[in-house]
């Protein structure tokens, strides 16, 4: 029943701008911090972004950081993550990711999927 499908994933230029949207669903949305993670072919997955559950806090990979931007609308049930500027090694497969913390409970649920491809 728990549901977090990623959208807005395509080809993109070198430098150019993509958005991507994660829908939630089965879940208590605004209780959960939210996660954007990426996996290229033959490496590890690597946290991309991350924001809190109210939205007033975020973290960056150092990679990205000032070049991409996670946001959420907790009336939505929905993640974003615009990419800007982007480049080659950005390409991968990035997937959404929602956790929550209740004492000794973890709650880690995982999207499927959207490719990313950034080439001239």
């Known amino acids: 029943q728990v549901q977090l499908v990623e959208s807005g994933g395509g080809l993109v230029q070198p430098g150019g701008s993509l958005s991507l949207s994660c829908a939630a669903s089965g879940f208590t949305f605004s209780s959960y911090a939210m996660s954007w993670y990426r996996q290229a072919p033959g490496k590890e997955r690597e946290l991309v972004a991350r924001i809190t559950s109210t939205g007033r806090s975020t973290n960056y990979a150092d990679s990205v950081k000032g070049r991409f931007t996670i946001s959420r609308d907790n009336a939505k049930n929905t993640v974003y993550l615009q990419m800007n500027s982007l480049k080659p090694e950005d390409t991968a497969v990035y997937y959404c990711?929602?956790?929550?913390?209740?004492?000794?409970?973890?709650?880690?649920?995982w999207g499927q999927g959207t490719q990313v491809t950034v080439s001239s």
């Open positions: 990711n929602a956790r929550r913390l209740v004492g000794p409970r973890e709650y880690d649920y």
